[in-house]
C-alpha cells in the first residue's frame, strides 16, 4: 500500500515538475480588456494617406528592382570592404552629428564624436577603420530632425517621400537642413565636383540597405498592410532615437495577459 | 533506501519544474536553438520545418494575448465563435512572422546579451545579440511569466516592437472593414496562406 501510494505521488509530482499538466498553450476564454488600457498610439496624423501610398508603391517597386539587388550585390563584398565603406561613410556624418549634440546640449556626447572623427579620420585612415570603437568611443548619431524634436518641434504629418522614404514634416525639415549645411557636401561642391553629393547619398542608402535586407522582406512577406506596418516602424524608430533610450525601456510596454482555460 | 528515494524525487522535481531551474535566459536560448537547429537541418522539408518552428512559437508565445491586443476594440464585438477562428488565425500569422526573421538569421551565431526585470510591469527583458560578418543586431525578447512557465509577448528589433506594429498595421486593415473580425478573418486567412507557400518554397 505504502509503495502504491509512493508509486501514485511520485508520478503525480512527476508531471506536474515537467509541465504536463500546465503545457497547454494560452487558450481564448476570458474576458480580460487588457488593450483597452495600453498607451500605445494606434493613430497617426495621416491626412495624405492616398498620395503617401502611392509613393510608397513607387519606392516598393524600386527597392524590388533597383535598391535591393544593389544592396544583396553589396553584402557579397568582402566583409572587411563593406565595414571599411560603412565606417567611412559614418566618419563623414560626423561632424553634422557633433554640430546636433551640440545644439541638443549634449556636450559630452558631441565630446566623444568629435575624438571619434580626429581619431578615425587619422589613426583609422580617413574613418575606414573603427578604431575610436576600441578606445571606448561609442558612435552615435543625431540629426536635424532630432534636434528639432528635442526643441519641441512636433512631428507634422506623415509623409512618404520619392525614393527618401517615410519621413514626417519635421524630420524632412531636418533632411532639409542636412543637406544644406553638410560641410562635406559643401566642400566638393566648392570643388566643382558636385557628382559625389548624390553618390554619397546613394551609397549610404545601399549600405543601410543592406543591413536590414532580412528583417525588410521578412516584414513585406508577412504584412496584411505593408504600408501601415512601415509607417509604425518608422515612428517607433524615431521616437527611440529622439528620446536616445535603451530600445527595451523606450518602446511601451503593450499589457498583454497570459490567459489558460 | 528511504533517503535515497527522497533525494532521487527531489532530483526529479527540480529538474523538471522550470519555475525552479531554468533562468528565463536558458529557457529562451533552448527555444530560440530549437527554432534555428531547424533551420540548419537541411535534409528536413520545408513543410515539416515550419511546423516544427510553429510548434515551438504557440509552446511559447503568449498568442492569445497578442491576438486580444493587436485587434484592439474589434475583440469586443466578435462573437465566441470568431474570436477563436481569429486566434487560430492569429497564431499561424505570428508563427510565419517569427519563423521568416528567424530564418534570415538562421546562419550566424547569436549570444543572450543581457537579462533585465521591468519591476513596474514585472516583464523580463533579454537582449539577443546576433553577429554577421560585419556588425550585430540586438533583438530584445520581451519575456512574462506565469503559473511557472514563460512566455514571450513582445519582440524589439531596432527600436520596433513587432506588438505595436501588428496593432498598427491590423488597426489599419480592421479601418477597412468596419471592425468586422468575421471580415477581418478571411484576410488574414488568405494572408496566412500566402506567406505560408513563401516560407515553403
Not at chain 1, 30 to 49: A, K, L
Amino acid at each position: 500500500m505504502k509503495n502504491i501510494f509512493f508509486l501514485f505521488f511520485f508520478i503525480f509530482l512527476t508531471c506536474f515538475s515537467t509541465n504536463v499538466f500546465s503545457a497547454a498553450s494560452d487558450q481564448v476564454d476570458t474576458s480580460s480588456d487588457d488593450f483597452e488600457t495600453s498607451q500605445v498610439e494606434d493613430e497617426i496624423y495621416d491626412p495624405f494617406e492616398p498620395i503617401n501610398r502611392a509613393i510608397f508603391s513607387f519606392n516598393n517597386v524600386a527597392d524590388r528592382i533597383v535598391l535591393e539587388p544593389i544592396a544583396k550585390g553589396y553584402k557579397k563584398l568582402p566583409s572587411p570592404l563593406q565595414t571599411g565603406i560603412s565606417n567611412f561613410l559614418s566618419n563623414l556624418r560626423a561632424p553634422l552629428v557633433v554640430l546636433n549634440q551640440v545644439l541638443q546640449g549634449q556636450g559630452e556626447n558631441a565630446f566623444q564624436t568629435t575624438g571619434r572623427f580626429f581619431v578615425n579620420s587619422t589613426v583609422g585612415i580617413f574613418g575606414l577603420i573603427d578604431v575610436a570603437e576600441k578606445m571606448g568611443l561609442e558612435e552615435k548619431e543625431e540629426d536635424f530632425g532630432q534636434t528639432l524634436a528635442t526643441w519641441g518641434v512636433g512631428d507634422g504629418f506623415y509623409v512618404v517621400l520619392p525614393l527618401f522614404g517615410p519621413s514626417n514634416v519635421r524630420d524632412t525639415t531636418g533632411m532639409i537642413m542636412t543637406m544644406m549645411t553638410d560641410p562635406i557636401n559643401a566642400y566638393v561642391v566648392s570643388e566643382g565636383e558636385a557628382w559625389i553629393v548624390p553618390m554619397r547619398t546613394a551609397a549610404n542608402a545601399v549600405d543601410q540597405r543592406s543591413k536590414i535586407i532580412d528583417e525588410v522582406n521578412a516584414l513585406r512577406d508577412n504584412s496584411l498592410d505593408y504600408y501601415a506596418a512601415v509607417r509604425s516602424s518608422y515612428y517607433q524608430n524615431r521616437n527611440a532615437a529622439i528620446n536616445n533610450i535603451d530600445d527595451s525601456e523606450l518602446t511601451p510596454l503593450p499589457l498583454i495577459s497570459i490567459e489558460f482555460e | 533506501m528511504k533517503i535515497f528515494r527522497f533525494l532521487f524525487l527531489l532530483i526529479i522535481v527540480f529538474n523538471g519544474n522550470k519555475l525552479f531551474a531554468d533562468e528565463p535566459s536558458s529557457w529562451l536560448k533552448n527555444e530560440i536553438d530549437k527554432i534555428l537547429i531547424s533551420y540548419q537541418s537541411s535534409d528536413l522539408p520545408n513543410e515539416n520545418r515550419f511546423l516544427m518552428i510553429e510548434q515551438t512559437i504557440n509552446n511559447n508565445f503568449a498568442g492569445t494575448g497578442i491576438a486580444k491586443f493587436v485587434v484592439g476594440e474589434a475583440w469586443n464585438k466578435a462573437s465566441n465563435d470568431i474570436k477563436k477562428e481569429y486566434v487560430k488565425n492569429f497564431k499561424r500569422h505570428l508563427a510565419l512572422n517569427i519563423a521568416s526573421m528567424m530564418q534570415g538569421y538562421s546562419d550566424q551565431k547569436y549570444e543572450l546579451s543581457k537579462s533585465s526585470l521591468d519591476t513596474k510591469s514585472n516583464i523580463i527583458l533579454i537582449d539577443m545579440e546576433i553577429f554577421s560578418n560585419t556588425g550585430s543586431v540586438v533583438v530584445t525578447w520581451r519575456v512574462k511569466e506565469s503559473k511557472g512557465r514563460y512566455f514571450v509577448i513582445d519582440l524589439i528589433v531596432a527600436d520596433i516592437s513587432l506588438v505595436v506594429t501588428k496593432r498598427s498595421e491590423f488597426n489599419s486593415m480592421l479601418k477597412s472593414v468596419n471592425y468586422n473580425l468575421s471580415e477581418f478573418n478571411k484576410i488574414l486567412y488568405n494572408q496566412n496562406n500566402e506567406s505560408y507557400q513563401k516560407i515553403i518554397n
